[in-house]
């Protein structure tokens, strides 16, 4: 089968997120977050597990579009699975939900 328009797309590949994600632990999730989106062909689809996280702060925002960022530099789709619904309002206060689109 050629690659085109038709062509089935990838399964999604899935990245984890910690229980816990604040300033302190940003710097090395974003790492693993990022070897992640980088091992994903293009035309992948990223999607970011949130279910463990728990403890976070702002940070898990930032690292969440910088992975998204990532992402999309590469031609690949992203989105966040079961993210909390503190984080969730996080996202709106900061107007930045529509960038963490949930996963189906």
Do not use: I
């Not at 992975?67 to 992203?78: H, I, M, P, S």
């Not at 699975?81 to 996080?90: F, W």
Request: glycine share 4%; hydrophobic share 55%; aromatic share 2%.
């Amino acid at each position: 089968m050629q690659a085109g328009a038709d062509a089935p797309l990838p399964p999604p590949a899935m990245l984890v997120l910690p229980a816990e994600l604040t300033h302190r632990q940003a710097r090395a999730v974003l790492q693993v977050l990022r070897r992640g989106v980088l091992a994903l062909p293009p035309g992948a689809r990223a999607v970011v597990d949130a279910r463990a996280l728990t403890q976070f702060d702002t940070s898990a925002l930032a690292v969440l579009l910088e992975c998204r960022r990532t992402a999309l530099e590469r031609g690949q789709t992203f989105a966040v699975q079961c993210l909390a619904p503190a984080l969730a309002s996080m996202a709106v206060l900061y107007g930045v939900q529509d960038l963490l689109p949930a996963a189906d």
